[in-house]
């Protein structure tokens, strides 16, 4: 910390402040304008930004109930949103678990094993990460289809299909974890294995409960990618009870039929509690960016 | 000694059964005609279970899954999308030629053959249909002997429209057991006609019947017979259709193209097209060039942000360091689809909240979605909003490691904190944030969710045969050619995926090589 401090000092700090203060007012903006929103009554009205009037209609709805209008007709829900979101949370838990049980053994293999082909194949799968989803969508709907014809419960229009199209992007995961492991000292494994441990023990009761860390990393950074997902998602799933909430939610927002209000509320219901998450594991995701991976 | 564990007895049944279940899998796609992806499965299969099962391969077996995964899901879709992008697959050409000729083989129309006479016979809740040469007089006892052999009923119908497709085969009336009520009136038969048309009746001698009239079924002919060197005849006219194996169709003497198409390789037909036809080249190189504006200035524009931020947290004097940075985090920890769709909503030229605040301040309502300057600016706002929080975590992260005692020097020196910046920040952040910027880049580039929700392309070109946005990048439009478009042209989707593919793989090799550069001398 520098002992020796400039003249202008006090004037610098009011004017960081000033200009934090202004960067959080443009940040902050549209978050909170999506709430008041949410509370406005009805879908076209450009009030104020305070609400002058409290209306719960938009989150009645956003929770599946329906409410009545002031002219006396009852309005249903125009979507499932909860639907949605537990169709997001499910997918995004179950391939973010497999994910990480699939790349920590990868990972393991890569740090600790000799094999051949070993940088090739590490170098390789960079690339081939590379290679956006959405342009090989042709291709997975292909595959999906074929698979489909004879193992329906994998096929176009099912969430485990889903699951297993996002279990291809290991890669960057895999590399996460393997510098994770290579900083864990290898002697220890080594001592386990002097003691009668086979690899699988060694890697099991040695080496996976010190990464605890990084595997909540890489759960998280895969939990929330797949809930952010999609371009597979949305070639994927067409019907609108099995829609993920990012494939699902653009619906609010055609041009013929503009939900605002009610989008606002389905927005913040389902956002927040990833956002929430998101929050919470902040300080084990920072370290993990600065592994390298990017989010969307 | 490794500890024999409970359940090791059950290795080798389960095995069995499991290598029983894949081998029956296979065997089924290959039952189906599906040669190449059966061999395909069997292949995955046989790794599999030799990676398992061969003490060589052991490595392996903690690599198998992922590796498996990333072969069928990333790389097999690469090369599957590359192969395509040599063929003119599209909705016009989709099926392979053996199905399209199976098709055109398939189609039936009312041929020259006797019509006959049917009649509807109502039986429980079902109908039956007699059907019986017709006649135009009374026929005599020997005749109607005759007729009564070749006069045939349908098993019970339901009758209900649309009908499941499919032949309905028809017996002799001789051999059943039903008993011919009173035929329905004419008024009835009128009532069913449209489910009536959809029959298809099929007599014990191969002929296929269709209604032809309220009181007749006529005889149904092949439209096209193959012959032996694969061409087709069209039966009515005799014309010749062959296959063209440039065009994918099956195509008359004089050119004329039989629908429908189908599959074949065109080459660099693809490739060629991007390059030579100008009223491709136009729109193609114009999105190029707004792909790399919009990856670069959404990186510089981050940069600056980020960075600035990263050097105003870092500074101790600052009090509330802590709620700063939480609240400045908030863009990234939203879901990005959610925070795109907010600012659709936000930007919105009616309704918007930012036009009603513009409005109340200037008496301005910019069209944001028609404007395609407007439209870009929005997209580069909206981008800085939800990328600069992870710049200026990866910037925070690096200030942090360069030692204080660099400050102290330049603080007795007499320096401000702009000197301190580009002689002491800038120089030392910027090497290990190259490789990061460069896969920011990488990333951006193909950013297909942030263009696709906010704008989805639009404002279109006016004057362009492929529909092109002035906002598409080059992801979008190609999405747009493969599942928007009218003519659904996956080859040329595909064509321009691996022109993309491998522009990306080129930066992210070079990102490697400089990543690798950075990393050796510190090691």
């Known amino acids: 910390m520098p002992m020796v401090t400039g003249r202008n000092e006090r004037w610098r700090l009011l004017a960081a402040h000033a200009f934090l203060w202004a960067l959080i007012a443009l940040t902050v903006f549209p978050l909170l304008a999506i709430i008041s929103i949410s509370l406005r009554p009805g879908n076209f009205a450009t009030g104020s930004l305070i609400p002058e009037q409290i209306s719960f209609e938009h989150w009645k709805l956003a929770l599946g109930m329906s409410y009545q209008a002031a002219d006396g007709s009852l309005v249903q829900p125009p979507f499932p949103v909860l639907r949605w979101l537990w169709n997001s949370v499910k997918i995004a838990a179950i391939s973010a678990f497999l994910i990480v049980a699939i790349s920590t053994t990868a990972a393991y293999a890569f740090a600790r094993l000799k094999f051949r082909f070993k940088s090739g194949i590490l170098n390789s799968m960079l690339l081939l990460q590379m290679f956006p989803a959405v342009l090989g969508l042709v291709a997975i709907y292909a595959i999906f289809e074929t698979i489909g014809s004879y193992v329906p419960a994998i096929g176009i229009e099912t969430h485990t299909g889903l699951v297993l199209a996002y279990l291809g992007g290991v890669a960057t995961h895999i590399w996460t974890i393997r510098g994770y492991y290579d900083t864990i000292p290898v002697e220890i494994e080594e001592c386990a294995k002097v003691d009668g441990a086979t690899h699988w023990q060694a890697f099991r009761y040695v080496l996976l409960p010190m990464a605890v860390p990084i595997l909540v990393v890489v759960f998280v950074l895969a939990f929330v990618g797949g809930i952010i997902e999609y371009p597979i998602a949305s070639v994927l799933l067409r019907q609108e009870h099995n829609l993920t909430l990012a494939v699902g939610s653009q619906y609010y927002l055609y041009q013929q039929k503009y939900l605002w209000g009610d989008f606002a509320a389905a927005a913040v219901l389902s956002g927040l509690p990833i956002t929430l998450v998101f929050l919470a594991a902040q300080r084990w995701i920072v370290s993990g960016l600065t592994a390298g991976g990017v989010k969307g | ?523």
Request: aromatic share 14%.
């Open chain 2, 1 to 523: 000694m490794a500890p024999k564990r409970k359940g090791h007895w059950l290795k080798w049944p389960v095995a069995a059964a499991t290598a029983v279940a894949c081998l029956w899998l296979v065997f089924n796609i290959y039952a189906t005609g599906q040669a190449v992806w059966a061999v395909g499965a069997l292949v995955l299969f046989a790794v599999g279970f030799f990676v398992y099962f061969a003490n060589v391969a052991f490595p392996y077996r903690y690599l198998f899954p992922g590796l498996a995964g990333m072969a069928i899901f990333v790389l097999f879709p690469m090369l599957f999308t590359m192969q395509i992008g040599f063929t003119n697959y599209s909705s016009a050409n989709l099926l392979t030629q053996e199905r399209a000729a199976a098709y055109l083989l398939e189609q039936m129309a009312p041929g020259e053959g006797e019509p006959y006479a049917f009649t509807l016979h109502a039986e429980g809740t079902g109908y039956r249909i007699i059907v019986a040469p017709k006649q135009d007089e009374e026929p005599d006892a020997a005749k109607a002997a005759e007729l009564q052999k070749q006069t045939f009923v349908t098993p019970p119908l339901a009758l209900i429209s649309p009908r499941p497709p499919g032949v309905i085969v028809m017996l002799p009336l001789a051999e059943g057991s039903f008993q011919p009520n009173d035929p329905l009136p004419l008024a009835e038969v009128l009532k069913r006609r449209k489910v009536l048309s959809e029959l298809q009746l099929k007599l014990p001698d191969g002929k296929v019947l269709s209604y032809a009239g309220v009181r007749e079924f006529g005889v149904l002919e092949p439209v096209w017979k193959r012959n032996d060197d694969g061409s087709l005849t069209l039966l009515k006219t005799g014309q010749v259709a062959k296959p063209n194996p440039q065009s994918g169709f099956f195509e008359f003497e004089g050119g004329e193209k039989i629908q429908p198409g189908y599959k074949v390789g065109i080459g660099w037909g693809n490739y060629a097209r991007m390059v030579n036809d100008p009223e491709f080249r136009g729109p193609f190189f114009t999105i190029f060039l707004w792909t790399v504006g919009f990856a670069g200035l959404t990186v510089l524009f981050t940069l600056i942000v980020g960075c600035t931020l990263a050097v105003l947290l870092n500074w101790e004097a600052l009090p509330g360091r802590t709620v700063y940075r939480t609240l400045l985090f908030l863009p990234y920890a939203v879901p990005g689809f959610i925070s795109i769709l907010v600012f659709k909503g936000l930007f919105n030229q009616n309704f918007g909240e930012i036009n009603a605040i513009l409005d109340a301040l200037f008496g301005i309502r910019p069209a944001w979605f028609a404007d395609p300057f407007l439209a870009k600016t929005m997209i580069l706002i909206v981008n800085t909003w939800l990328g600069y929080p992870y710049i200026m975590v990866l910037c925070t992260g690096l200030i942090k490691a360069i030692p204080s005692d660099l400050y102290e020097a330049s603080a007795i020196a007499g320096a401000g904190p702009l000197t301190n910046f580009f002689r002491i920040t800038a120089p030392l952040i910027i090497k290990p944030l190259t490789p990061l910027l460069i896969s920011s880049f990488a990333f951006n580039f193909n950013n297909f969710v942030l263009i696709w929700l906010l704008t989805g392309g639009r404002p279109d070109f006016l004057n362009t045969r492929v529909p092109a946005g002035t906002t598409d990048i080059l992801v979008s439009y190609t999405y747009r050619i493969a599942f928007q478009d009218s003519g659904q042209n996956f080859g040329l989707a595909a064509a321009i995926s691996t022109v993309i593919f491998f522009l990306v793989a080129l930066l992210s090799m070079a990102n490697l090589r400089l990543a690798k550069v950075q990393a050796d001398p510190a090691k």
